[in-house]
């Protein structure tokens, strides 16, 4: 008995190691978990949400069968002393002495591995991110051009433009903060993950080499713009993914935009307010001409993604206690839980890491995959 702890203990202290994070210490327990004893109170306190097969009654509510005993227990004493909150769970818990918090995680771990969801019910979307974002800029292509390269004056290419700028300028129609023209009908009815994958696809689309502007002075614009580099980049390539780039942009959508800015159509606390018009039509045709790019992004499938998690959350790692199976997890909860990671509201440095670059897209496509796959 004292062995099997030891071995628990020192497979915690590897686990900590080789994942560069320290999991909680856990306390000596008074006695062995009792899984049968257990199973007495999964009768009473859990039956109704996480049943006595360990099956998630519902979407949302986690399957609990076959989880490494050591990361249930850990899950249950963090939603007892508030480190993850549920508002049931920390009721329940909070009635429990450790031990039985013990017994019943005992009493799941041992449980047989449930199969995964029907994987025909719901069928992975055949399209990647990148191409479902390509099928809905077809809407966007009388005005954006196919590719995000308008030619059109007045319209913006979007090609090649930073992916959270696009969303904040689209939300910003959306919500009715940007009233420079009517683009609200063109977006009404996207959803959030759409427009993710629109952010996405115009991102990696390369932007084309714009003629010279029918007016301005390119010249003197470039003069003026060593004001703007500093946000916008060198020659209006931005490195920022909220900043939008400038370079090859149409320069009579342009000029409208800083006279938008400088008319307080659009609200932007730089100094543009004093620029004349004949500077703003110099910027406009310096920055229309310059060499442009597509935003640095890494289209990464969920798949070549899940090779990382899967150095910690693989049939291999797993064993080590402290990190849960997330194959064949129900698909709801593992979007609630990656999304709290990501927004802090679930506590685990390692994780919160992982998830922070995720986007919604990435998330959904995440648990649809681990959701269908067999526990190891
Ligand atoms: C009212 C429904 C309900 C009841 C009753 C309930 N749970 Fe849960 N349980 C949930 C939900 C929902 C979550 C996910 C909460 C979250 O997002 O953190 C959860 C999460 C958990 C987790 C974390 C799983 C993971 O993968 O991180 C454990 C462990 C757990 N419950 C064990 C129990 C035990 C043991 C009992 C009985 C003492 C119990 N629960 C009773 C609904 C319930
Ligand atoms: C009828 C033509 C038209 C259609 C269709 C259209 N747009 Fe636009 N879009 C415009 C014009 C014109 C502007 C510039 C408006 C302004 O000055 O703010 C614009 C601006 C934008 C911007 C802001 C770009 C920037 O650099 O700030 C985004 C983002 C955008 N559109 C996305 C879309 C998407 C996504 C679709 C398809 C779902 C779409 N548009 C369809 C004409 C159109
Ligand atoms: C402090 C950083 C900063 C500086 C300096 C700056 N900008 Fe910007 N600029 C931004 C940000 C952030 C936005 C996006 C604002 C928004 O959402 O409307 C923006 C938006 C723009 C836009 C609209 C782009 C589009 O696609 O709609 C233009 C045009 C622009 N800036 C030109 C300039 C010029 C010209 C200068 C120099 C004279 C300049 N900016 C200086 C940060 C900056
Ligand atoms: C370096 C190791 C490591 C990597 C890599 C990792 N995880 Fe985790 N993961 C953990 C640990 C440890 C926990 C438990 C944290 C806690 O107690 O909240 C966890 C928890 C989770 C949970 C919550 C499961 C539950 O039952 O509540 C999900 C979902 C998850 N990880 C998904 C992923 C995904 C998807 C990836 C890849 C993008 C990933 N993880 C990469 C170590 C890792």
Redesign the pocket.
Known sequence: MKGSVMIRRTLGLLACATLAACMQEPQEPTQPADAQAGRLLAERDCVGCHGLDGHGAAPGIPHLAAQPQQYLTDSLLAYRDGRRTHAALKDLTSHMSEDALRDVAAFYAGLPPLSPADPSAEPRPALTPLEQGQQLAQACADCHGADGNSTQPGV?SLAG?QPL?FM??SR?YLNGT?GTSDMKPALVGLSHIDLEKLALFYASQAPAARDAAPFGNPLAGAT??A??????GAGGVSH?A?????AG?DPQ??VN??EA?RGHV???????AE?TREE?EN??AF?AVQPSRAAEYQPLTPEALAEKCDRCHGAGAAASGGVPVISGQDRTYLIMALRAYRDDRRESSLMHKMSMIYSDSMIEGLAHLYSNQPPP
Do not use: E, F
Request: hydrophobic letters at 45%; charged letters at 15%; a positive charge.
């Open positions: 913006p433009q700028y904040a300028a910003a940007r003026l713009s004001a703007c580099a500093g946000c916008h920022d909220a900043t939008p780039s400038l942009q959508y342009m935009a800083l800015y659009r609200q932007h606390d730089v100094m543009l620029r703003i910027i406009a920055y």
